[in-house]
């Protein structure tokens, strides 16, 4: 008998002894519940489900202080995004086991209220006389509903701005965009001249990053006059409008024509890397990055460039794109009266102030601005995010914009790869999407 | 040999990369050019993701015990059932068994979510065991496979001596399939240890999450740390290497006495 084969049955023997013991022990130990999977009504736990609400999060801090102060037990449900998330909300909600707050995805607002999930917060914000002047107008409205219901209520914001990295742009010798949003210049042939004279040969820095995905789809094509993706009531897909078609060539000639882009073959690998766009303007291989400022946090954290953020380039107009951490109350919610103090709390100054801590999300209160600052880190330009955020706009949400994703979204990988023009790949599929907009898809 | 070489270099590289991730600051890990060798070693990373993550680990490794112990039980009492008794309508509950496993889960997912919640085991451990220990499906058809490869001679022995049939069954035959238990115990094991769906529907409180749901909570919405992320990766990894450098030899042995070689 060797020593090899002595310590293999000495452990698989005490593993043994290991599983009878939590056999024996484990249903009286931990199989135990917890909240049951629901709200308990007034008084009892209160359950918010969400994601990305681990402890050291914001939200889950402003939650916490909202049942201290509420003296409620809360239980924050923390389950993780995307479409793990909707699966577990899914779920929930057909099962009758209702959370008594929800986080919601922007996208999916409508089309959950449409199908009867949602509570109408409109008799809420009456009886409490909310004034909307006190908010964001791209967030406070953003969850009105054709009927006039106010479906959700978003707390957070993510306008997208410019990230310049300010060291390339001195040893470039180029100047700075302007720290105003309302200021003139700073347009499309400054942006793409700016860009030529940072990129270095070889791939060691690239002018300019455009993330493709909502906020590039939004942001170049209203800013070349049309709604954006789908119209204001997102029936039609302008982003097969000349003014967008025009807008997404240009973005592609930056890398197809002008070479001062990653090739975007290599910017749809990198989407599947957890901070990629954020690492390579970080390390200095990317001099102009398009983002949300939710990227704030990171860059602070892991920069090891000095950078700063500006507005977006103009053409015929300088808007930006929004997105929003949205909160909802189920329509059979347990205590929907206390779902609706946690909203309050969560758009109110105490919880403000924590939600700006983080430099990047933008609590949605017109007050807020106050609180963005610059300290002795970066960007010294904080005040820009209020100025994003007043010049923001949402998507166009519809209640099939997900199912016309699926379809629009392959063909523009032929506007990016060069086998197609943006005119001829995106019009050949319009009749497609509007149809899918219009529920027949 | 030098194709082996190269085959075993390209399965490792994921596994590399992720250790080499694990010890580098957060910049280096999407470096470009990339780098292998971390510029720091920074262990610090591995003291940060285990911070937090041992409820996570224990609750994981009960949920493995249980499953494994309590489904190696049920699936050989059954295997040994279905390959060794006569009683009436044993080929018709048998085919009806592995028509089970043709369900997709997600068909039933609500109406067990409704009926978990009605007896009060949403947010427990229960459903994360429970039905995977009762209906042990693949393993009762691997270890009737392993039943029916040991000599009658040895049941009739035992029968001539004395034994009961549960004796028989204990004493004589479950020895003799030893390593289709180890099969079936690691396939449980990795079964268990992987799964992120069941807790992520079954369980609300963080406190009762398993080690997937901890990788992916390190996920943020915006952005991830990711040499952390890379650290709690590799820790979590370790219970199931060891398990498979302990067990491998009959791991091989059950699955190719059972008849599922390929």
Redesign the interface.
Known sequence: MTVDQVSRRSLLKTLGVASGAALIGAPLAGCGGGAGGSGSGSGGTFAFMSWDATSDTQLYQVAQNWAEQASREIDVQSVPGGSDYETKLRTVLSSGAHPDVIRINDDFVQAYYSEGSLLDLTPYLEQDSIDADDFYPVAFNFAKQADGAHAAWPIMTNPGVIYCNVDAFEEAGVPLPPTDWDADGWTWDDFLDAATKLTKPGGERWGALLFHDTALETVWPINNGTTGIYSEDAQSFTLADEGSTDALQWVADLALVHGVHPDFGTVSTGKSTPNWAQSLFGTGQVAMLLGLTSAIPYLRENAEVNWDIFPPPQQATRQTVNTMTVLAVPSESPDPDAAWDFLKYCVGPEAAEIFAESRGFVPVATSSAELFVADDQAPQNLAMVSQALANAVNENFGLYIERARTVYRPVLDEIWSGRQTAADALGGIRAEVEAILAGQG | MITLIVLAGVFAMPLLWMVSASLKP??E????PPTFIPSVFQWENYTAAADGLLPFFL?S??LA??N???LLFFASLAGYGFARLNFVGKNIAFALLLATAMIPSMVY??PQ??LF?EI???????PLWVPNVLTPVFGTFLLRQSFRGVPRELEEAAKLDGASIFGTFWRIMLPQVKPALAAVGALTFMASWND?FGP??FL?????QTMP?AL??F??????Q?NL?MAAATLTIIPPLILFF?AQRYFVQGITMSGLKG
Do not use: C
């Not at chain 2, 890990?29 to 470009?32: D, E, G, M």
């Not at chain 2, 009060?120 to 451990?125: A, M, Q, R, V």
């Open positions: 957060e910049n890990v999407l470096a470009s609750n490794v009960k015990v249980l494994v112990t309590g997912l609500i979510y409704m919640r009060g085991w949403i947010d427990t451990h229960f992120l992520l529907i609300n409180s963080t406190r009762l749901i992916v909570l996920q943020g919405e915006f952005f991830t990711t992320m302990l």
